[in-house]
């Protein structure tokens, strides 16, 4: 009994772990190993290829462009979304009657799918037609301009995370204990200091959560490039994973697409350490 | 695997033998057999390939109205053909790029869950003509087996977009030519014959001139809309003189193109001098935002775009105001090449089983039949890629009624065969080169011959890093 006991553990997790071997761990060492060889069209291995293969790719003006994209693309999307989702959960906190009606109306865009929201913004931001310009009182061709493209893209991204953000930020405050709130109402804190003092500090396991899925997320998408500018103008709104797409599926380089693949993956890695370094010093468990 | 190798390694078995049913099939009996048959044989059951019904997995990529039309044609075989040969149809949506998937199939080796007919673009042909399953309609044809559809039928420029290496490897099925639209109210309005388009460029530049609106400094109607990428860049160039191929190896459809052959012939820069014109008009709108919708608010008098999109404009437009279509501009009044012919054809694909193949061809040809022709392109709004059917009753009156289409079948019927899209394989890099350099001309970041030498030079890199790794 004591042995299985030792063993037991791993048994449940059995299943995940075959699971995760051959769906992801597989492919992913599998893609890796491709990297340095030439591999056709067809997909057949042809020759050693050695860094070739990184060296073409990060010497591809392109892709550095696709790099730089998909950075600026995570540093507008990212924090906006959980900070606006943030303020929106604060309002909500209290619970009244009609509670559930803007709960559900602050959570409601995680219900849209990426594909009809990106078709329901391409015609606001039209430029002669769209909503946007006319509220504004401006001409601007949001997704034809290589100025605002990768902007109007993320403000897409920011719309779309709002709510997922929203669900869980707002759980998280919800659980903070109310005697916590009360203590600092009666030392006289107003709304902000409660905000960046207790509730913060109280819910950052959860901000920390949001953090890392949010990096991750964004750092890899490809969606709304496919769906809105292919990537356009003048390669404005290219990221890394879109790049790696058009390779792939676009001009049948596998070459290319393998290594950029690659190097997404370190990308996400390394914003992934940075994450867990704030959480050592910014998240607390208690 | 096993199953994969399995279905692989009967491909010689599937392709040899014959299904003793299928003699019937292939009209090699006299009238008198088939007359004692009949009176023998409950009526439908004598073309029946085996006992039991056959399914045949089809994967498309048609959505919205299109898809209800692909349907209907579907379902339609199934209640008719389909219940005499002993054939059920059943379509599957495979999103945008059919191609894809199986290309991702091939890669893995994966040869079961490959379906038994596919509509795809005809820029997946070569790579899809390389699987070990693949049958061209070519080999079926010479075979001379259970024929519907006559070769004949399919029209000489439809069966070139899907010819690879001398073969035909797929039946035309959906296919479209590029049109100019044009407002006639906006014509009239500007003192432009509206029953006279445009015949060229310069034509055109000229009445973008007139047809452009302005309040101050502020176009408030384009005269032209269109954003120059590869689709439209190669029915231009293409066009010229008697026709040109783009790129080497007859534009990669008798090899593999390693390289592009219209800055070292000079058509592209013809086309530049002439392009020139339309940009100078300061009435050219260079991208694309929405144009269906901004050509039917009448934000532009002119547009250029696939046939495919007439029955979307119809809808937009309704009896808002009075439009047109007409044949695409030329570069030079003197060319005679016309224009290519666009979207997808049907591959089939041998799975290892006679009657599934036999199953799978008479469906492939019946999407190329008159029924089938018809009653999809009616209702999506393609051109009839069968001949034959250009000449009944019912045709003719549809035409009569769509006066729109009129100009995209006598285009099609009008130009050089070899006047087609390249076989470019790195399609996506050059229709993003195209697309750079031409909005970068447009709005004038760079003058004519550095748009001419980017686009040929950045093009002939990326096919020469393709045929580097590709080439036998």
């Known amino acids: 009994m004591k042995r299985l006991g030792k063993i037991e553990p791993?048994?449940?997790?059995?299943?995940?772990?075959?699971?995760?071997?051959?769906?992801?761990?597989?492919?992913f060492l599998r893609t890796i190993g491709l990297t340095f060889f030439t591999v056709s069209a067809d997909g057949r291995v042809k020759a050693f290829a050695g860094l070739d293969n990184y060296i073409h790719v990060l010497t591809d003006p392109a892709f550095l462009r696709s790099i730089w994209n998909t950075l600026v693309y995570v540093l507008m999307a990212s924090p906006l979304a959980i900070f606006i989702a943030l303020i929106l959960a604060v309002l909500a906190n209290k619970k009244t009657r009609s509670s559930s009606v803007y709960e559900t109306m602050f959570s409601l865009t995680m219900a849209m799918s990426m594909s009809v929201t990106a078709m329901i913004f391409k015609i606001m931001y039209n430029p002669n037609v769209g909503l946007i310009n006319k509220l504004l009182g401006t001409k601007i061709n949001w997704l034809n301009d290589a100025k605002y493209a990768m902007v109007s893209m993320s403000f897409i991204s920011v719309w779309m995370n709002i709510g997922f953000n929203f669900l869980f930020l707002l759980a998280a405050i919800r659980g903070v204990p109310v005697e916590l709130l009360e203590c600092a109402d009666i030392d006289g804190a107003i709304l902000y200091k409660k905000v960046t003092k207790v509730i913060l500090p109280m819910i950052s396991p959860t901000v920390f959560f949001l953090i890392c899925t949010s990096l991750a997320k964004n750092i890899i998408m490809a969606g709304l490039p496919i769906i809105l500018t292919e990537g356009g103008p003048k390669g404005s709104t290219s990221t890394m994973i879109y790049y790696m797409y058009k390779q792939a599926f676009g001009n049948m380089s596998y070459n290319d697409a393998y290594a950029a693949a690659v190097i997404t993956f370190l990308f996400t890695l390394i914003a992934t350490l940075i994450s867990f370094s704030f959480e050592k010093k910014g998240v607390h468990y208690s | 695997m096993t199953l994969s190798l399995a279905a692989c390694g009967s491909k010689d078995t599937g392709e040899t033998q014959k299904p003793e049913s299928t003699e019937t099939v292939q009209g090699t009996?006299?009238?008198?057999?088939?007359?004692?048959?009949e009176e023998q044989e409950p009526a439908g059951d004598s073309k029946r390939i085996s006992d039991a019904d056959i399914e045949i997995s089809f994967w498309h990529h048609m959505e919205g109205t299109n898809a209800n039309a692909l349907e209907t044609v579907c379902s339609n075989f199934n209640d008719t053909v389909g219940k005499e040969y002993g054939i059920i149809v059943t379509p599957s949506f495979q999103g945008t790029n059919t191609a894809e998937k199986l290309n991702t199939l091939a890669q893995a080796g994966d040869w079961v869950n490959f379906p038994d007919i596919c509509q795809v673009a005809s820029a997946g042909i070569p790579t899809i003509s390389g699987y070990d399953l693949f049958v061209s309609p070519e080999e079926m044809y010479a075979k001379g087996e259970n024929i519907i559809l006559p070769r004949e039928s399919i029209i000489a420029?439809?069966?070139?977009?899907?010819?690879?290496?001398?073969?035909?490897?797929?039946?035309?099925?959906?296919?479209?030519?590029?049109?100019?639209?044009?407002?006639?109210?906006?014509?009239?309005?500007?003192?432009?014959?509206?029953?006279?388009?445009?015949?060229t460029i310069a034509e055109m530049a000229e009445a973008i001139e007139k047809l452009t609106q302005k309040d101050g400094d502020e176009v408030t109607t384009y005269g032209l809309n269109v954003q120059v990428k590869r689709y439209q860049l190669v029915n231009w160039v293409g066009g010229e003189g008697e026709y040109n191929f783009i790129g080497d190896n007859e534009g990669g459809r008798a090899g593999l193109m390693s390289k592009v052959t219209f800055g070292e012939d000079g058509t592209l820069m013809a086309y530049l001098d002439e392009w020139e014109k339309v940009i100078a008009t300061g009435g050219y709108k260079p991208v694309e935002d929405n144009i269906n919708e901004e050509f039917a608010m009448e934000l532009s008098a002119m547009a250029i775009m696939s046939s495919a999109r007439i029955g979307k404009l119809k809808d937009l437009i309704g009896d808002e105001f009075e439009w047109g279509t007409a044949p695409l501009p030329k570069v030079n009044a003197s060319d005679k090449g016309g224009t290519a012919v666009g979207g997808s054809g049907i591959v089939m694909f041998d799975k290892g089983d006679a009657d599934e193949l036999t199953a799978t061809w008479i469906f492939q040809q019946y999407l190329g039949g008159e029924d089938a022709q018809y009653d999809f392109c009616t209702a999506s709004g393609y051109i009839p890629m069968n001949r034959d059917l250009y000449e009944t009753e019912k045709m003719k009156t549809y035409m009569a009624e769509n006066p729109e289409i009129v100009a995209a079948v006598d285009q099609l019927l009008a130009s050089n065969p070899n006047v087609q899209e390249p076989f470019d394989i790195v399609t996506g890099d050059i229709n993003s080169i195209i697309d750079e350099e031409m909005v970068a001309f447009a709005q004038g970041e760079q003058d004519k011959?550095?748009?001419?030498?980017?686009?040929v030079n950045k093009c002939n890199q990326k096919l020469a890093d393709y045929v580097k790794v590709n080439a036998e």
């Open chain 2, 29 to 37: 009996q006299s009238e008198t057999d088939s007359q004692q048959q």
């Open chain 2, 449 to 455: 011959q550095t748009t001419h030498d980017n686009i």
């Open chain 2, 157 to 199: 420029n439809n069966a070139r977009t899907f010819t690879y290496k001398d073969q035909l490897c797929a039946i035309p099925f959906s296919n479209s030519t590029i049109l100019l639209y044009y407002n006639k109210g906006l014509f009239e309005a500007a003192g432009l014959d509206p029953e006279n388009p445009p015949k």
């Open chain 1, 10 to 27: 791993y048994i449940y997790l059995l299943p995940a772990l075959i699971y995760f071997a051959v769906f992801s761990f597989y492919p």
